[in-house]
T-cell receptor, first 115, second 112 residues
């Protein structure tokens, strides 16, 4: 299957700082990327859908000014958590979908801890 | 609205067979997915059903009934490494840029 990478895999930051997470499709062109958040023992919650070259569509309750998403190329999307707080500590997972694919390919996830 | 239900937890014995059920209510339907997720890791794709019937892939099989809004994942010859969460997800539109809607997942514990 297709490969999606995320960087970093783990990050610890101080409250009030910003953190950028990268999601890359390594061997296919990802026309759409999705960002999910998962709290312990809970399911994946969709945060936003990002199409290459256009603004992301955010789910209800997700602050677009706090979670900045950029999808500038067909192989890279970034999620920036601005002014992070301890309650933002979570597992962030991206997935990517190609133009003619029914499947979404998940990245390995990023564990964010805000102290 | 979208609603996907699956049991929260299940326990089964090594070597046995277990069936994990999933029911869904979505505005549209264009495929049902099963993913396996080990703790602290991202989900990995197991199966995809878009037509009624059974899809078999090694020890894992997945069944779909669209008229009943029902699917199950069948795991045979259980191994300890099968202990994980199993996520049922539905795509409700025919487009690669439609996100999947996930159920809460079923935590399966395989015991000796």
């Amino acid at each position: 299957g297709a490969v999606v990478s995320q960087h970093p895999s783990r990050v610890i930051c101080k409250s009030g700082t910003s953190v950028k997470i990268e999601c890359r499709s390594l061997d296919f062109q990802a026309t759409t990327m999705f960002w999910y958040r998962q709290f312990p023992k809970q399911s994946l919650m969709l945060m936003a859908t990002s199409n290459e070259g256009s603004k992301a569509t955010y789910e209800q309750g997700v602050e677009k000014d706090k979670f900045l998403i950029n999808h500038a190329s067909l192989t890279l999307s970034t999620l920036t958590v601005t002014s992070a707080h301890p309650e933002d500590s979570s597992f962030y997972i991206c997935s990517a979908s190609g133009r003619h694919s029914y499947e979404q390919y998940f990245g390995p996830g990023t564990r964010l801890t805000v102290t | 609205g979208q609603n996907i239900d699956q049991p929260t937890e299940m326990t089964a014995t090594e070597g046995a067979i277990v069936q994990i059920n999933c029911t869904y209510q979505t505005s549209g339907f264009n495929g049902l997915f099963w993913y396996q997720q080990h703790a602290g890791e991202a989900p990995t794709f197991l199966s995809y059903n878009v037509l009624d019937g059974l899809e078999e892939k090694g020890r894992f099989s997945s069944f779909l009934s669209r008229s009943k809004g029902y699917s199950y994942l069948l795991l045979k010859e259980l191994q300890m490494k099968d202990s994980a969460s199993y996520l049922c997800a539905v795509r409700d539109e025919d487009s690669g840029n439609t996100p999947l809607v996930f159920g809460k997942g079923t935590r399966l514990s395989v015991i000796a």
